[in-house]
């Protein structure tokens, strides 16, 4: 909780607009769960999709869910969010990552320093934007060795905090994602700080 939120006991988040961008087969719980977690905080949360309508969730081991799309990925202006959130799943970047609307979209958040917050499969969309150079970060294993071909610094921690971005491994790391996303978001500046542990290069 930031110290302004903790003297008035409003919700940190309070204000805040934060762009959730995913289309379908986007991992189920690494939408719902932080979403809640982002609007139990205060924000006022808007899933972005490439075509208007509901995007369908994947569950683990088969389709799962839809989602009520917000805004249209044409329509939607980075300008008017205060920080993003890209949740996993593999089919999901895999299908952003052909829609230069949606990458153009990604990029702007990083360019503008605005915070970002990405799990699983999601920093797929990060290489895909060209915004994880000389970052530590981590990823769902499979994506280690992109990552670091794209000059990342990937490490197999529960959570890594590298400026303005913060990223997570998979959907057993959700609560310290969201502890650490929200506090991040409330800051609403990037970091000077690099939290460093063990980096693997």
């Keep these: 909780m930031t110290e302004r ?18 289309t379908d087969g986007f991992e189920q719980v690494e939408l719902t769960e932080p979403r809640t977690a982002l609007d139990d905080a205060g ?12 995007i369908r969730g994947w569950k683990f081991k088969d ?3 839809c989602v009520a799309v917000d805004v249209a ?13 890209l949740p996993g799943g593999a089919l999901n970047p895999d299908r952003l990552r052909l829609d230069e609307r949606a990458v153009g979209f990604v990029r702007s958040f990083f360019e503008h320093s605005k915070p970002v917050a990405a799990i699983c499969h999601a920093p797929i969309m990060l290489i895909e934007a060209n915004v994880v150079r000389d970052r530590r970060l981590t990823s769902w294993p499979s994506l280690k060795t992109d990552l670091r071909n794209a000059g990342a610094h990937w490490a197999d921690e529960p959570v890594v ?31 000077s700080r690099q939290d460093r ?4 290069v």
């Design 5 to 22: 939120a903790a003297k008035t006991g409003e919700a940190p988040l309070t204000g805040k607009r934060i762009a959730i961008l995913a």
């Design 43 to 54: 924000a006022k949360t808007v899933v972005i999709a490439p075509a208007p309508g509901k």
């Design 63 to 65: 389709w799962g869910d």
């Design 73 to 85: 990925l044409g329509e939607a202006d980075p300008d008017d969010y205060d920080a993003l959130m």
């Design 161 to 191: 905090v590298d400026r303005n971005l913060v990223t997570s491994r998979k959907p057993d790391d959700i609560p310290a994602f969201n502890d650490r996303m929200i506090r991040e978001f409330a800051d609403g500046t990037p970091s």
């Design 197 to 200: 542990s063990t980096v693997e």
